[in-house]
């Protein structure tokens, strides 16, 4: 029979200097997925790379005095170290730089023009840089980009066009006989009443104000818009395009794209549109994970909120920050990330329930039996329900891993582990060792605790790179047949006379007090480092601001809010309206912070309020006042609020 295929892919990076934990997130389980599949006896390919050219790389070389190429050179170097430090099992890594690539989308976009579904004429409009994204003026929200908030540029050029209008039936149509086509499913809610059905506008693909992208073959003053570009990197790798294309026909249709939910729009409509363009099937599975953020803010490079990975795997292992991610958060969903939760977690789920069950097992065997377990059994009433919920685990697994709920098939396999611990407790070794003629059912008891521990870390694969193998030496087991997925649903594989040799603690306790103060300081350190690395880049110097005198300030009033409700805005993908108590009375006011705050999130908070800013209208209705909040330009916004939670809404701030 053939070996079943399963192509999945990670979204490629912009090259950065330093990606952090969030963008280890999407590839950890990205990797998770794969190791899965392969473990399923499928034959997998699984694609990460970096997105290399645009306006926002070249700006950042700029500003570091390199060239984009020199600047891209040196940091994807970096990349590839951390998903090496992730064991992260990529079978490719593409980048947009590279010639075969450049080659492919010449091609594409050459074809799509020669039938029509490129055209050229003018482009007049506005151009969000840090989202590469092109919008109109009634797209924006306030004058801002509707995806992030932040400022856009007014971009009038010359631009060829791809026919997206054309395709927006057909892929409506594909979602909603395809609902596995986009998932979480409220994304595709979210595509189809948002975009879809409001009407798709032809989109510019070309850019000529700039020089940092593949040349438009037949017309080098143009370059390719850097989504076109970046999106048909999922077909590039595979040689679409080229002489050899034998790895495109041997594993497209994608089986999953995984990307975060800010790019849902971008893989959901432009690259089915793509697709269906060059006549070529669509991806089985889009899958829009959610954001690991701080605080409820985004995760960005900016000093403060970086958490970087490699700080975090020195201390702790890679095993637990690749459990940690995977098991907070439901993937699908936002999470926080926070160190106390991290070290909560390695505590009592892998230093507790998990390391203590198999160096206590080892222990046990070693001390009872020295070592090695006689052949002479005898059963318990308690063996049943064991064998029973090993059997529930395994297939409660693989249930979850199919839909990529990597947390709830952890939620199973904890279970089991946890089951497992109780069993030692009901069967009481330690009393069963005072009986000679108990040993038999002794030898019965630690078995079937070995056996559990067997299949447990058969599941913990796709999971955790090392501890699997750590725990096998343990137990003397040869990986090859014990160890294969299959020989999980088989109880009794262990030999009878199963031989142990004790080994240091898989998961040593952590003191959590002193823990997280020296956590603080080591993440403090990198930060440092990586602005000292910027300043040595030459980044340019902050320019001078035009000062104002005490009178000027004194002008704006601030006071103390509390925001007693909130809602977001039908129409609108930015706005929040809040109802904000000052002293006695309560104000509507207006908040483009929807992508950092959910409206239950604001609901409490006492925040920092421009109280005599003219009312304005926004979305209809009339805003009294404006909520302060600190934003550093690139991704990240964060409330201002009051230090003492007691501190009264009215209160002046001066
Ligand atoms: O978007 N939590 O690249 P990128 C979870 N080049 N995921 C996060 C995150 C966080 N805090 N921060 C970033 C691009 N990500 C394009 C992709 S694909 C053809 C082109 C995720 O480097 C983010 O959601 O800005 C995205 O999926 C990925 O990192 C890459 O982001």
Redesign the pocket.
């Known amino acids: 029979m053939e070996q079943k295929k399963f192509y999945i892919t990670t ?4 090259p950065s200097d330093k990606l952090h934990i ?2 280890s ?2 590839t950890v389980a990205t990797d998770t997925m794969a190791r899965y599949k392969r473990l399923r006896g499928y034959d997998v390919m699984f694609l990460t790379g970096t ?1 290399e050219h645009g306006q926002k790389i070249e700006r950042i070389a700029k500003g570091q005095g390199v060239t984009p190429k020199a600047y891209t050179d040196k940091v994807v170097e970096g990349i590839k170290e951390l998903w090496k430090t992730l064991h992260i099992s990529y079978d490719k890594f593409i980048r947009t730089t590279d010639d075969y690539h450049i080659k492919t989308v010449q091609y594409i976009f050459k074809r799509l023009y020669d039938q029509g579904d490129i055209y050229k004429s003018t482009y007049e409009g506005w151009y969000c840089t840090p989202c590469e994204s092109f919008f109109t003026q009634h797209q924006l929200v306030d004058g801002k980009c509707p995806d992030c908030g932040r400022e856009v540029e007014k971009v009038k050029e010359e631009s060829y066009f791809f026919r997206l209008s054309k395709y927006q039936d057909r892929i409506i149509k594909h979602m909603e006989e395809n609902p596995e086509f986009l998932q979480p499913n409220t994304r595709q809610n979210e595509m189809i009443n948002n975009f879809l059905k409001p009407g798709l506008e032809d989109l510019a693909v070309s850019r000529t104000s700039f020089t940092w992208g593949i040349p438009v073959e037949f017309d080098p003053g143009h370059i390719v818009y850097v989504w076109i570009d ?2 048909s ?1 999922y077909i590039s790798a595979l040689g679409y395009g080229s002489g050899d294309d034998s790895l495109f026909q041997k594993y497209w249709p994608a089986d999953v794209h995984v ?2 939910k ?2 849902v729009r971008f893989h959901s409509i432009i690259w089915p549109a793509m697709l269906m363009a060059l006549d070529l099937p669509l991806p089985k599975q889009i899958f829009g994970h959610g ?3 701080i605080n409820g803010g ?2 960005s490079k900016s000093v403060g909120n970086v958490v970087d990975p490699n700080v975090l795997v020195e201390k702790y292992g890679v095993d637990a920050i690749r459990y940690f991610l995977l098991r907070e958060i439901a993937f699908g969903q936002d999470g926080n990330f926070s160190n106390e939760a991290l070290i909560q977690r390695i505590n009592s789920d892998l230093a507790n329930d998990l390391g203590n069950l198999v160096s206590r097992t080892v222990g046990m065997i070693e001390s009872y039996f020295a070592g090695t377990l006689p052949e002479d059994r005898s059963a318990t009433e308690y063996d049943a329900d064991l064998v029973q919920t090993a059997k529930t685990a395994v297939s409660k697994v693989e249930e979850a891993m199919e839909k990529m709920m990597f947390s709830d098939a952890l939620t199973e396999l904890w279970n089991l582990i946890r089951r497992t611990n109780k069993y030692i407790d009901e069967t009481q070794p330690w009393i069963l060792i005072k009986e000679e003629q108990n040993r038999p059912v002794l030898a019965n008891a630690l078995y079937h605790v070995a056996e559990s521990i067997r299949i447990i870390s058969i599941l913990l694969q796709p999971f955790m790179p090392n501890t699997p193998q750590l725990i096998y030496k343990q137990l003397h087991i040869e990986e090859g047949e014990l160890t294969a997925w299959e020989s999980a649903k088989q109880w009794g594989k262990l030999p009878k006379t199963l031989s142990v040799e004790k080994a240091k603690a898989i998961f040593p306790r952590i003191d959590i007090k002193k823990e997280l103060k020296q956590l603080e300081e080591a993440i403090q350190a990198s930060q440092a480092n990586a602005i000292a690395n910027q300043k040595e880049n030459k980044q340019e110097p902050p320019k001078a601001l035009e000062e104002i005198t005490i009178d000027d300030f004194c002008k704006v009033q601030l006071k103390v809010g509390e925001v007693i409700a909130s809602e977001k805005v039908a129409k609108s993908k930015k706005l929040l309206k809040n109802q904000v108590k000052i002293g006695d009375e309560v104000r509507v006011i207006f908040s483009g912070i929807s992508q950092w705050y959910t409206p239950e999130e604001m609901v409490g908070k006492k925040v920092v309020v421009a109280y005599n800013l003219k009312p304005r209208k926004m979305m209809g209705e009339m805003s009294y006042g404006m909520i302060l909040a600190a934003d550093d330009g690139a991704e990240r916004l964060s409330l201002l609020t009051v230090d003492k939670g007691d501190m009264p809404s009215g209160a002046d701030i001066s």
């Open positions: 979204p490629i990076y912009y969030g963008h997130y999407c997105d970046a999106l990197n990307v975060g800010e790019i954001w690991l953020v985004k995760m």
